[in-house]
């Protein structure tokens, strides 16, 4: 992931509703698309184990 530039879902298409991501210092921030001042930093750690709880489907069920 490239340092400072933030990437979206390639699911988001052309749509401007979605969750953003970025590496900066050290940092992996996420924010929504709609309301940019509010991002949420965690370390790398979290956040890939955040990924593999999504792809696992181990939160489908508080869909």
């Not at 990437?7 to 940092?27: I, N, P």
Request: contains cysteine.
């Amino acid at each position: 992931m490239p340092e400072n530039t933030w990437q979206k879902s390639s699911y988001s298409g052309a749509h401007d509703e979605c969750v953003e991501v970025r590496s900066a210092g050290g940092l992996i921030e996420v924010r929504e698309s709609d309301d940019p001042d509010v991002i949420v930093s965690t370390n790398t750690s979290a956040f890939t184990s955040l990924l593999h709880t999504v792809r696992a489907g181990e939160l489908d069920h508080h869909a």
